[in-house]
């Protein structure tokens, strides 16, 4: 007989904690049609994905430092992302 391997196969959503964005105002740029980036309260800013939608990525000190942190993150280019 064999064996069946019914191990089941990671996703991003698995690595995240559950800081997801509940709001998505219908006018926000995606970038890279992946992500945006918003202003936090404390002035941070953090990128939100599209696919888990409303999920945080990265924050960050400055608008250009999550951009460049969010297009370098491996996760984005994932098989992962695109499940």
Do not use: C
Request: aromatic share 14%; charged share 25%.
């Amino acid at each position: 007989m064999t064996e069946m391997n019914t191990e089941r196969k990671s996703k991003l959503s698995d690595s995240f904690g559950g800081t997801v964005e509940q709001i998505i105002p219908p006018d926000v740029e995606w970038i890279d049609d992946a992500f945006y980036i918003k202003e936090t309260r404390f002035g941070l800013f953090t990128s939100v994905l599209q696919k888990p939608l409303g999920q945080h990525l990265i924050t960050g000190p400055t608008y250009d430092a999550v951009l460049r942190m969010t297009r370098w993150h491996p996760q984005m280019y994932s098989r992962w992302y695109y499940e």
